[in-house]
T-cell receptor, first 114, second 113 residues
Framework: QKEVEQNSGPLSVPEGAIASLNCTYS??????FFWYRQYSGKSPELIMS????GDKEDGRFTAQLNKASQYVSLLIRDSQPSDSATYLC??????????????FGKGTLLTVNP | KAGVTQTPRYLIKTRGQQVTLSCSPI?????VSWYQQTPGQGLQFLFE???????NKGNFPGRFSGRQFSNSRSEMNVSTLELGDSALYLC????????????FGPGTRLTVL
């Protein structure tokens, strides 16, 4: 069973702080990694994708990937109350033919307090 | 570009009935995936279609089926509904670039009574 694990939270940070979200995955052959944000009652919205070891920055968001440790993280700098949501880690396992089958973690609920 | 659209947005059915959900992908996207989201299990992959062919299937019973049309629109069907089928059903579409991502529609909220 290919799994993606996340701390369920809730993770609570003050406004302006750095929020750190973590994810581990079991399939060592996984190639593509994604972070989605999901507001309550809404559908997941893509925030970041990362494919190579190291850091990838996009505005206030930084994704970090360590394939040797099978670990993906998302840092949110200068957290805002509007960042309060559930963050889903998704991994594309090495399924051989199709690149479009994602395995999701159960998500981490982030609350940013004003 | 318009995003992924799903219809209907809300459905209420009773046990034993069947239901059909529809998804229109982003223009130009040929891959459509379906997911079920519940509070207990999270987001789980149902199946993926490309060029009218099912390429991948998740671990769901045969009551869950789908199809894709030549215009890439997709439908999923659930027969003999059970209470546990109550969930948010999400459709996602992808283009065919090598480093690709899935873009989700708003979902269909199915309630089985």
């Amino acid at each position: 069973q290919k799994e993606v694990e996340q701390n369920s939270g809730p993770l609570s940070v003050p406004e302006g702080a750095i929020a750190s979200l973590n994810c581990t995955y079991s399939d060592r052959g996984s190639q593509s990694f994604f972070w989605y944000r999901q507001y309550s009652g809404k559908s997941p919205e893509l925030i970041m994708s990362i494919y190579s070891n190291g850091d990838k920055e996009d505005g206030r968001f930084t994704a970090q990937l360590n394939k040797a440790s099978q670990y993906v993280s998302l840092l949110i700098r200068d957290s805002q109350p509007s960042d309060s949501a559930t963050y889903l880690c998704a991994v594309n396992p090495n399924s051989g033919g199709s690149n479009y089958k994602l395995t999701f973690g159960k998500g981490t609920l982030l609350t940013v307090n004003p | 570009k318009a995003g992924v659209t799903q219809t209907p947005r809300y459905l209420i059915k009773t046990r034993g009935q069947q239901v059909t959900l529809s998804c229109s992908p982003i223009s130009g996207h040929r891959s459509v995936s379906w997911y079920q989201q519940t509070p207990g299990q999270g987001l789980q992959f149902l199946f993926e279609y490309f060029s009218e062919t099912q390429r991948n299937k998740g671990n769901f019973p045969g009551r869950f089926s789908g199809r894709q049309f030549s215009n890439s629109r997709s439908e999923m069907n659930v027969s003999t509904l059970e209470l546990g089928d109550s969930a948010l059903y999400l459709c996602a579409s992808s283009s065919m670039t090598s480093t690709d991502t899935q873009y989700f529609g708003p979902g269909t909220r199915l309630t089985v009574l």
